[in-house]
T-cell receptor, first 117, second 112 residues
């Protein structure tokens, strides 16, 4: 059974703290993604990685950084948390498709609800 | 600039009737579309997909229709069941890229 796990389901942090969100997948997928989900805004891509040590900015990278030192693990870092980063954070992974084929479905973790006070 | 739009934030349907969820997109380069279902406190799970070379794909109670000229897709659930109550996201992708663009979601409530 394929699995994407996230280190915490709920997290409460204070403004200015450094926050680490960890994601691990056991499917040997090349691609990993971090999204945030907010009411009325859907899922917005923060960063993604298509290989170890490779990363690309998504649509809303400001205030975030990422790290991918191992294939199975993708970390999202909030260098200095702010209240507008209170959100549900979702990690996903997917296989790289064969040339010319569409992107495979993404498998999601259960999410981390982060509250920044 | 929202490339994938779900204009109905919510929908209520009686159990046993048809649920129709709609999604519009603006980027003509999108060639693969998926629907995800999300329950509260869980991650989204894949439901059904369709390639741009097709106009319909069916899987049990779920059917997705694609109208490329209108840049519109819809998800039909027949018959609707209370367990279908969830938020549904459509997503679009272009071959050769790594990512999907997600819509804002539609909350479906199926009334018993």
């Amino acid at each position: 059974d394929v699995k994407v796990t996230q280190s915490s389901r709920y997290l409460v942090k204070r403004t200015g703290e450094k926050v680490f969100l960890e994601c691990v997948q056991d499917m040997d997928h090349e691609n990993m993604f971090w999204y945030r989900q907010d009411p009325g805004l859907g899922l917005r891509l923060i960063y993604f990685s298509y290989d170890v040590k490779m990363k690309e900015k998504g649509d809303i990278p400001e205030g975030y950084s990422v790290s991918r030192e191992k294939k199975e693990r993708f970390s999202l870092i909030l260098e200095s948390a702010s209240t507008n980063q209170t959100s549900m954070y979702l990690c996903a992974s997917s296989q790289t498709p064969h040339r010319g084929q569409p992107q495979d479905e993404q498998f999601f973790g259960p999410g981390t609800r982060l509250t920044v006070l | 600039d929202q490339q994938v739009k779900q204009n109905s934030p919510s929908l209520s349907v009686q159990e046993g009737r048809i649920s129709i969820l709609n999604c519009d997109y603006t980027n003509s380069m999108f060639d693969y579309f998926l629907w995800y279902k999300k329950y509260p406190a869980e991650g989204p799970t894949f439901l059904i997909s369709i390639s741009s070379i097709k106009d319909k794909n069916e899987d049990g109670r779920f059917t997705v229709f694609l109208n490329k000229s209108a840049k519109h897709l819809s998800l039909h659930i027949v018959p609707s069941q209370p367990g279908d109550s969830a938020v549904y996201f459509c997503a679009a992708s272009t071959s050769g890229t790594y990512k999907y663009i997600f819509g804002t979601g539609t909350r479906l409530k199926v009334l018993a």
